[in-house]
């Protein structure tokens, strides 16, 4: 994890570096470039004075591809391939157009030198291909770094299925001697006693479908939030009517795919960090609903909450953290936390590509 959001921040960083280096280096070796050609040309007779000729044409090719910098990579910045294209293609007459009258005007209003707008075309051609040149190097540099950050992404998600494997067999040595004991205890239970015979099956329950869902890679949210149904049942037991538990479940998301185990931690998290520490107890809500492609899952509660820095919770402990990651390194999404107007509510989304629903 630790090296997911390294290349992250590197990603971010170095996108933003190469944004800035793109458009201003890029424009002065284009000025500088010409500057040169015409040298070798024998076309320039003040040197000077072409300077301050050149430096207005980069000024305001620097000036008419910001609004493209902009809007390309800040308001359409998770675009698709082909959106991102079609705005190039849109984008470029205007650049063009827009570069070659400036340029021009400014030119024969200034009395800086004489543009002949007849043969502006050949100019036109030239703004496209500079416009052209430039955003193809910045996209290319930009696939290169998304490329590698997806070959960390796997690595990670190799390293997470390898551990996962190993915990499963774990799991699986002799796990019949749990459940013989437990069968056992309950058998000895009187019949006087049984809320605690029902307590012990429910807890066998638990255990099964713990075993269950080690050598499952996904299960559906049905089977999910009956197993937490399950699990808070026992809680009962220990918090009584200090525990009120609300379940606000869109019926289509019932039968998607989602990760085991996943909302378990949470849960818990709410009850013994939230709930446990007040006297009269509190509630946990238990939302999942389904908003576009997505399904938004959110886990709230009306404790003591935290005062601190939100983003440290995701750092301590077991439950949080890995249940942070694992969200992260399957999906590319990110367990968020936010205060409530009493305790905190932790919230994440899963897109619906990676499910297969029936």
């Given at each position: 994890?630790?090296?997911?959001?390294?290349?992250?921040?590197?990603?971010?960083?170095?996108?933003?570096?190469?944004?800035?280096?793109?458009?201003?280096?890029?424009?002065?070796?284009?000025?500088?470039?010409?500057?040169?050609?015409?040298?070798?040309?024998?076309?320039?007779?003040?040197?000077?004075?072409?300077?301050?000729i050149?430096?207005?044409?980069?000024?305001?090719?620097?000036l008419?591809?910001?609004?493209?910098?902009?809007?390309?990579?800040?308001?359409?910045?998770?675009?698709?391939?082909?959106?991102?294209?079609?705005?190039?293609?849109?984008?470029?007459?205007?650049?063009?157009?827009?570069?070659?009258?400036?340029?021009?005007?400014?030119?024969?209003?200034?009395?800086?030198g004489?543009?002949?707008?007849?043969?502006?075309?050949?100019?036109?051609?030239?703004?496209?291909?500079?416009?052209?040149?430039?955003?193809?190097?910045?996209?290319?540099?930009?696939?290169?770094?998304?490329?590698?950050?997806?070959?960390?992404?796997?690595?990670?998600?190799?390293?997470?299925?390898?551990?996962?494997?190993?915990?499963?067999?774990k799991?699986?040595?002799?796990p019949?001697?749990?459940?013989?004991?437990?069968?056992?205890?309950?058998?000895?239970?009187?019949?006087?006693?049984?809320?605690?015979?029902?307590?012990?099956?429910q807890?066998?329950?638990?255990?099964?479908?713990?075993l269950?869902?080690?050598?499952?890679?996904?299960?559906?949210?049905?089977?999910?939030l009956?197993?937490?149904?399950t699990?808070?049942a026992?809680?009962?037991?220990?918090?009584?009517?200090?525990?009120?538990?609300?379940?606000?479940?869109?019926?289509?998301?019932?039968r998607?795919?989602?990760?085991?185990?996943?909302?378990?931690?949470?849960?818990?998290?709410?009850?013994?960090?939230?709930?446990?520490?007040?006297?009269?107890?509190?509630?946990?809500?238990?939302?999942?609903?389904?908003?576009?492609?997505?399904?938004?899952?959110?886990?709230?509660?009306?404790?003591?909450?935290?005062?601190g820095?939100?983003d440290?919770?995701?750092?301590?402990?077991?439950?949080?953290?890995?249940?942070?990651?694992?969200?992260?390194?399957?999906?590319?999404?990110?367990?968020?936390?936010?205060?409530?107007?009493?305790?905190?509510?932790?919230?994440?989304?899963i897109?619906?590509?990676?499910?297969?629903?029936?």
């Open positions: 994890m630790r090296d997911r959001r390294f290349w992250q921040r590197k990603l971010v960083w170095n996108i933003t570096v190469a944004e800035f280096s793109a458009w201003l280096f890029y424009n002065l070796f284009w000025g500088a470039f010409f500057f040169v050609v015409m040298i070798l040309s024998y076309q320039i007779k003040h040197p000077l004075g072409q300077v301050r050149i430096a207005i044409d980069v000024a305001l090719k620097m008419c591809t910001l609004p493209a910098w902009w809007f390309l990579l800040r308001v359409w910045k998770k675009k698709t391939f082909s959106l991102t294209l079609l705005f190039h293609l849109l984008y470029i007459p205007f650049f063009s157009f827009s570069w070659v009258y400036s340029f021009g005007h400014i030119l024969n209003d200034c009395g800086l004489k543009f002949d707008f007849s043969t502006m075309m050949y100019d036109v051609y030239i703004g496209a291909f500079f416009y052209s040149l430039q955003f193809a190097l910045y996209h290319a540099y930009r696939f290169y770094l998304r490329t590698k950050e997806q070959l960390i992404r796997e690595q990670a998600l190799k390293d997470l299925a390898y551990q996962s494997e190993i915990k499963a067999l799991a699986q040595i002799e019949h001697f749990l459940f013989n004991t437990l069968n056992s205890i309950s058998a000895s239970v009187p019949p006087s006693l049984e809320k605690t015979r029902v307590l012990i099956a807890l066998a329950d638990t255990f099964r479908y713990a269950k869902v080690s050598e499952c890679q996904s299960v559906r949210l049905e089977e999910e009956n197993f937490v149904k699990w808070l026992l809680e009962h037991y220990r918090f009584g009517n200090r525990l009120q538990v609300d379940f606000r479940i869109d019926p289509s998301v019932l998607t795919n989602v990760p085991p185990m996943i909302l378990q931690p949470l849960v818990e998290n709410a009850l013994n960090h939230g709930i446990s520490p007040l006297v009269n107890g509190g509630t946990v809500t238990i939302i999942c609903q389904r908003e576009e492609e997505f399904i938004h899952i959110t886990i709230s509660d009306t404790g003591i909450g935290y005062s820095d939100l440290i919770l995701f750092t301590k402990g077991i439950g949080l953290k890995s249940t942070a990651e694992r969200i992260d390194r399957l999906y590319n999404e990110k367990l968020t936390a936010r205060r409530n107007l009493q305790g905190l509510a932790f919230m994440f989304r897109p619906l590509t990676g499910f297969q629903l029936s």
